[in-house]
């Protein structure tokens, strides 16, 4: 009867010690992966992935065109660039999902280069 109590101890004794091993290297592991990819560039490439920001209906000889947030998110902090340089322009201030505004802008007349960045998503560089 002695053999098989101390049998049973020494089952549960390495139970408690694989369940005990099976939790630290869990958290060990995840302190691993949340110092290689935290948190802010994970939620950061997820919003990414939602967002969606298009430039429409360009017209260089009239100044104007459409913003278009095709996205699933609201976007703000818009900045209009045109040949690479920093464009003052009637900006709208956030932009929520399936929204569009015309923005004006100055230009001279010829093909220029059009890019609007906010603060998640860019357009496509259009050349117009």
Excluded at 6 to 26: D, N, Q, T
Excluded at 37 to 45: H, L, V
Excluded at 76 to 82: A, H
């Amino acid at each position: 009867m002695s053999k098989a109590i101390s049998g049973l101890i020494v089952m549960v004794l390495l139970l408690m010690i694989s369940v005990s091993l099976v939790a630290a290297i869990y958290v060990w592991s995840s302190s691993i992966a949340f110092e290689s990819y935290p948190e802010e560039s994970i939620s950061r490439s997820y919003l990414r992935s939602r967002a969606c920001l298009s430039l429409e209906e360009i017209d260089g000889v009239g100044g104007t065109a459409t913003l278009r947030n095709c996205g699933l998110i609201p976007l703000s902090n818009f900045t209009l660039y045109i040949d690479g340089e920093i464009v003052s322009s009637a900006l709208p201030d956030d932009l929520d999902p399936n929204e569009g505004e015309t923005i004006t802008f100055d230009v001279q007349t010829g093909e220029h280069g059009y890019l609007v960045v906010s603060d998640i998503i860019e357009t496509p560089y259009i050349t117009k």
